[in-house]
């Protein structure tokens, strides 16, 4: 594969992130209807799925949701944070999904289902653990299986937004491809 090829397939893999990064400003825009309906599970997912070498994925999902993460930050606070409680959770859990999605051989609609159930209920088994964040519940198994309990509804608008932007990324991507063979692995190119 040629190095334009790589940098054009590169290129685009990023921008497509980039742009539905930007709709995280949504939830914050909506919150009531829009909490937790973002694009970073599918982002992690697109990326782990798609880019190689695939640390590129990790590197570009991960600061893709820090930067977005300190504006919508800004947004609610009015305050530049960089860092806050549970932060490395946060990143520990989409690190995790990027992996979930570079185990994607094929990019359809089951496989991709299913990464990203299998990516939500990581989300949720690992946020919502309660000696994480305060004292909202208690720190043992009861008030994890409260925490847990309560969470549901945004865990059900991850879902939800999962399956739109999952979609949106893995089928524009995917029809890209079909058009431009530049965007093609070069796996798929020897096929």
């Not at 990023?14 to 982002?43: D, E, H, Q, W």
């Not at 820090?66 to 409680?85: A, C, E, G, P």
């Not at 309990?149 to 079909?178: H, Q, T, Y």
Request: charged share 10%; glycine share 6%.
């Amino acid at each position: 594969m040629s190095l334009q090829k790589l940098n054009t397939r590169t290129i685009v893999l990023i921008l497509m992130i980039l742009a539905a990064t930007a709709m995280r400003l949504l939830s914050y825009k909506y919150p009531y209807i829009l909490s937790n309906f973002t694009p970073v599970g599918a982002i992690a997912l697109f990326g782990g799925a798609y880019f190689s070498p695939k640390w590129k994925a990790y590197i570009v999902v991960l600061i893709s949701l820090f930067l977005s993460d300190i504006v919508i930050n800004y947004l609610y606070t009015s305050k530049w944070v960089l860092w806050y409680n549970g932060s490395f959770w946060v990143y520990l859990t989409f690190a995790i999904m990027v992996f979930i999605g570079s185990q994607i051989k094929k990019a359809n609609i089951a496989n991709v289902a299913i990464a990203s159930l299998v990516s939500v209920c990581v989300h949720w088994l690992i946020i919502d653990m309660p000696w994480l964040y305060g004292t909202l519940y208690p720190h043992n198994l009861s008030g994890y299986g409260q925490s847990l309990v309560a969470a549901i509804p945004f865990e059900r608008n991850m879902v939800l937004g999962d399956i739109v932007f999952c979609a949106v990324l893995f089928g524009g991507f995917e029809l890209a491809k079909s058009k431009y063979t530049v965007l093609r692995s070069q796996k798929e190119l020897t096929v």
